[in-house]
């Protein structure tokens, strides 16, 4: 069985850096054509992708985020990190990381974690 | 970007059909989940019309085109919640989400 969680902080400040940690379980990120992506969704609004990491290391980000993205893995621990700077009020949302393989569900992600909201205010 | 109209309408035991449109979907597999009030998104459909283990056979996707479509037969209050859909846009090498739609049962 699959399962993802989400964790960091609930509350940040604006222009502070945002590090959510993804630890996961029931597969590994070492397996061919698996990922982890970060998904966001500000209150009443729609999905947002953020970012997505593979098994071989392959990163992909948002082009309207990307200057502000960092996601990394760390398969000993089973967990991956996404790094968000300079946060601003916009960016309240619940923060989603959820499970891909392309070999099984193609562009899907078939997982997903239970989600963290994240409030940006001084 | 992919285009969902913001609601549909549908009453008990009918058919709700739910869109999903963008110009640049060209033959990139369309997926689709459901997200009920306070839940995380759970995927209903993926590859266009595929449904993974556990989701119900009057749950079912199509694709024509450029516009992917959900269909839920003998649609129950069970499944009021919101619906997105979601591609991988080759161009802007992104993952990318319909706006969604959220479906009420009257």
């Known amino acids: 069985q699959i399962t993802l969680k989400e964790s960091g902080p609930t509350l940040v400040k604006p222009t502070q850096t945002l590090t959510l940690t993804c630890t996961f379980s029931g597969f590994s990120l070492t397996t061919s054509g698996v990922g982890v992506g970060w998904i966001r969704q500000p209150p009443g609004k729609a999905l947002e992708w953020l970012a997505l990491?593979?098994?071989?290391?392959?990163?992909r980000y948002s082009p309207s985020l990307k200057s502000r993205l960092t996601i990394t893995k760390d398969t000993s621990k089973n967990q991956v990190v996404l790094t968000m700077t300079n946060m601003d009020p916009v960016d309240t949302a619940t923060f989603y990381c959820?499970?891909?393989?392309?070999?099984?569900?193609?562009?899907?992600?078939?997982?997903w974690g239970q989600g963290t909201m994240v409030t940006v205010s001084s | 970007e992919l285009t969902q109209p913001p609601s549909v309408s549908v009453s008990p035991g009918q058919t709700a059909s739910i869109t999903c449109s963008g110009e640049?979907?060209?033959?990139?597999?369309v997926c689709w989940y459901q997200q009920k009030p306070g839940q995380s998104p759970q995927l209903v459909i993926y590859?266009?019309?595929k449904r993974p283990s556990g989701i119900p056979e009057r749950i079912s996707g199509s694709r024509s085109g450029k516009t992917a479509t959900l269909t839920i037969s003998g649609t129950q209050a069970m499944d009021e919640a919101d619906y997105y859909c979601q591609a991988w846009d080759d161009f802007t090498a992104q993952v990318v989400f319909g706006g969604g739609t959220k479906l009420t049962v009257l």
């Open positions: 959820a499970h891909k393989s392309i070999t099984v569900f193609g562009d899907a992600f078939d997982t």
């Open positions: 640049k979907l060209g033959d990139k597999y």
């Open positions: 590859q266009d019309r």
């Open positions: 990491i593979y098994f071989n290391d392959d990163k």
